[in-house]
């Protein structure tokens, strides 16, 4: 009922799922009642996932809902650019190399059109004192795009669409990563100070702490946060426009008259709130009604958004519950939905259900010939018929629809940057007579669902393709020239689907059968088909290629499921191709132990090169035979995330000392220890290594031999060559002081940074050899780098080779 009344609104914007203030968003959209709004430049795919396997797009994806989550809790809305998180960078040029300075800036700037802020807060500041480079260009882009969204001459493509848009006032909301940083913020003039931490009855709960609930969504990146209670004290200073004294809002009207015409409706409103009866909500809906009246008289965006808000709060003061299922959470193209549009009055007021329409990938509407006044508490459900289009595209994310360019994703419609997730792929409208006017409300279709463990789940209606090709993910590497089979699962959505898959290879290679028919009978039902593919003598890099033809159609897609309790259920519809690499890797390490820790898809990277890899269970750790393995590799973050392995760190030296070998891939810091075990940080290695924070991030940064180890010898003979073509960076979380007895193998810096020797540290131990290798091998090796095979294949052999 107060945000009825509330015509304001505030642009946050930053670089990455995490960098908003959480708490702020609480205030403004919950305190405030302002319309409010984080822009994130990118979806965070360049982090780490602290829950899955999952990187890049499919952890876009999942950061994209954990964001979405958040602003369920906290009460903002959630926007993006096309910019792509290529990981850490120190620098702004790299960032803006690599996305386009004009193509990003004019997302901010479509955003800030579409959104028109009154108030635009930055989190950075746009100096080298923000950290990550993209931290840095969020805030430069955002004081450009402040003057370049009001200017009609910057992107007039935009204006068939959009008007120029000023906002008032763009400010910082402070804040420091050092003690030197606060006390310098400490010292700005003229900060405007709030107090997230201030209590809201109505709500139950204070700002600070509805932003520990909204933060907590951010679990692939483990930002569990607290429910803080008590004073937070924030500031903000002015960057650029109007000067504010006493409030951000200062000088702002927020209210109904800023419209001309609004102020009899602001008047209704705040009557209506005033004399808000919780036990008799229906008794405000005349009120309402009359305020939408008047609202139709009036034209801005700003009331047409107002207009649905106000629609909603008529429902839910009259006890309506409206709903839009459908039969199935996926279709075809060319299937059939059945939707039902379910409406029901909880309290004593007539309605008419007037019509309800379906629209987005096809209309429709119910037919209500029959009378249409609903009944109290008697459910009134409409059936409608739906079919795809036979054209419909699948539900893939619209900006992982096309190939990328760079680092960024390619978005051929103009309408759909900056939205967070695809539209719903049908909406319900429900046109309803009210005694004193008619409103309208609109719902999303959804697939409702019960999961035992968990009760009534909702789920989004997706667009999914007859069958999908499954390869396994990552590249295939042929090692030396022999034929190798590839497996392909041909997965059936349909009752029945029968046709004909073909695999397709560059010149060079040979695959054989070249095409196989298939025949499902069974949703659900698949069927492995294998191929097998004769790689060329010479080293090559070539693509395979997976499609069907279904009944005319073809299809050249497979099918990518995301389930976490945190967000809705997410398919991903990536093409049914995969990298093949040929090159020559010798391996002298035939069993390999796997201790897995917070997800990676090395150990079938390693089976690629001929080695039989076991994961090692808690069970394991404790009990099994650790002899009858060559060599036990840590995933990445495993002693951050395995107890199992902190317990039987003395028995793994023990295995390293009687002639086994260890490979340790990288860990983090939490609370200066790894695993937040004080005792761990001596134990990750036969002598103390201390873990840092030093990272290189160029992936191209120059790699120096610092000793003429035969690890760097045999099996594979190392060469420069073998650093060519890596991904995103070279690691991660180097080690920053080591004992004496290791031998740093190689030096790397970024351009213009200090060297550092702590990458990779090699010992010999008792009988056995142990590695620690913070280099980003669990990138590296699934994307296919030859020289990573290489690298790596010489560290799992390294106690053979001595
Ligand atoms: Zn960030």
């Not at 642009?11 to 709004?37: Q, S």
């Not at 300075?101 to 059109?113: G, T």
């Not at 939205?419 to 409208?429: Q, S």
């Amino acid at each position: 009922m107060d945000q009825l009344n509330v015509v304001g609104s505030v642009l946050m914007i930053a670089a990455h799922p995490d960098d908003e203030n959480t708490a702020l968003l609480a205030y403004l959209a919950r305190g405030r009642k302002v319309r409010t709004g984080y822009l994130s430049l990118t979806r965070g795919e360049g982090g780490q996932n602290l829950i899955g396997s999952e990187q890049g797009d499919a952890l876009g994806v999942i950061r994209t809902q954990e964001l979405l989550a958040a602003r369920r809790i906290d009460g903002a809305e959630q926007f993006f650019t096309r910019a792509i998180d290529f990981g850490f960078t120190k620098t702004t040029e790299e960032t803006f190399q690599k996305w386009g300075h004009e193509k990003i800036l004019s997302d901010v700037v479509w955003v800030i059109r579409r959104f028109r802020p009154d108030v635009i807060v930055l989190r950075f500041t746009g100096t080298p004192k923000d950290g990550h480079g993209q931290h840095q260009v969020s805030a430069i882009l955002g004081k450009e795009a402040f003057s370049a969204a009001a200017d009609p001459h910057r992107f007039p493509e935009q204006l068939q669409w959009v008007e120029p848009w000023q906002a008032k006032r763009i400010m910082w909301n402070t804040f420091a990563f050092t003690r030197q940083q606060e006390e310098e913020a400490a010292k700005l003039p003229n900060q405007i100070g709030v107090d997230l931490g201030t209590y809201d009855p109505v709500l139950g709960h204070s700002y600070a702490e509805i932003a520990g609930m909204s933060r907590s969504m951010h679990r692939s990146q483990g930002m569990g946060a607290p429910e803080r209670k008590g004073s937070a004290k924030n500031f903000l200073v002015l960057v650029e426009g109007e000067p504010a004294s006493k409030d951000m809002f200062d000088g702002i009207d927020t209210t109904w008259s800023r419209i001309p015409g609004g102020a009899p409706v602001g008047q209704i409103l705040a009557e209506a709130a005033h004399s808000f009866d919780v036990e008799h909500p229906e008794k405000t809906v005349p009120a309402l009604l009359e305020a939408r009246k008047l609202m139709a008289g009036l034209h801005q965006p700003v009331v047409d958004l107002k207009r649905r808000e106000l629609d909603e709060a008529i429902v839910l003061c009259s006890g309506l519950w409206l709903d839009a299922t459908a039969d199935k959470y996926a279709v075809v193209p060319g299937g059939d939905l059945k939707i039902s549009a379910t409406a029901l009055s909880r309290e004593q007021l007539p309605v008419d259900v007037r019509s309800v329409d379906v629209d987005g990938m096809a209309t429709a509407s119910a037919d209500l010939s029959h009378g249409s006044p609903l009944a109290f508490n008697d459910p009134h459900v409409s059936t409608i018929s739906v079919t795809a289009p036979k054209n419909q595209p699948y539900s893939q994310p619209y900006w992982l629809r096309e190939p990328k360019q760079g680092e960024t994703y390619t978005v051929p419609n103009q309408l759909d940057i900056g939205l967070a997730e695809n539209p719903p792929l049908l909406r319900a409208h429900f046109h309803l007579h009210l005694d004193g006017g008619d409103i309208e409300a609109i719902r999303p279709v959804k697939f409702r669902y019960i999961e035992r463990s968990q009760g009534e789940l909702t789920r989004p209606v997706i667009v999914e393709p007859d069958v999908a090709l499954q390869l396994s993910e990552g590249a295939r590497v042929f090692a030396n020239g022999t034929a190798r089979a590839i497996d392909l699962q041909v997965v059936a959505n349909v009752p029945s689907a029968a046709g004909r898959v073909e695999i397709q290879v560059p010149a060079g290679w040979a695959v054989e059968p070249r095409a196989l028919d298939f025949k499902l009978t069974g949703a659900g039902q698949e069927t492995p088909e294998t191929f097998q593919i004769t790689p060329p003598a010479h080293d090559s890099k070539a693509v395979l290629e997976a499609s069907a033809m279904v009944g005319g159609a073809k299809i050249a897609v497979g099918m990518q499921v995301i389930n976490y309790p945190h967000i809705p259920p997410q398919v991903l519809f990536p093409p049914s191709r995969t990298n093949l690499v040929r090159t020559d890797v010798r391996l002298a390490a035939k069993n390999i132990g796997y201790v897995m820790g917070a997800g990676d898809e090395v150990p079938e990277a390693l089976r690629q090169l001929g080695a039989d890899v076991v994961l090692l269970s808690a069970d394991d750790m404790a009990r099994c035979d650790l002899e009858r393995f060559d060599v036990i590799v840590t995933g990445v973050r495993a002693y951050n995330t395995r107890p199992d392995l902190r317990a039987n760190q003395e028995r793994l030296l023990e295995y390293v000392k009687n002639g086994g070998t260890m490979v340790v891939q990288y860990n983090v810091l939490e609370g200066g220890f790894v695993g937040g075990d004080p005792s761990s940080l001596a134990n990750i290695g036969p002598y103390p290594i201390k873990i840092g924070r030093d990272r290189v991030t160029v992936e191209e940064a120059p790699v120096e031999p610092l000793v003429s180890n035969p690890v760097l010898h045999k099996p594979n003979e190392i060469t420069a060559k073998d650093f060519e073509g890596w991904v995103q960076e070279r690691g991660l979380y180097f080690a920053s002081e080591w004992d004496p007895h290791y031998e740093a193998l190689f030096e790397t810096h970024d351009p213009g940074e200090k060297p550092l020797r702590g990458g990779t540290l090699y010992t010999r131990y008792g009988k056995g050899a142990y590695i620690f290798t913070a280099f980003s091998w669990f990138r590296e090796l699934p994307a296919g780098v030859p020289g990573a095979y290489r690298i790596f294949a010489n560290f799992l052999s390294a106690g053979k080779t001595e």
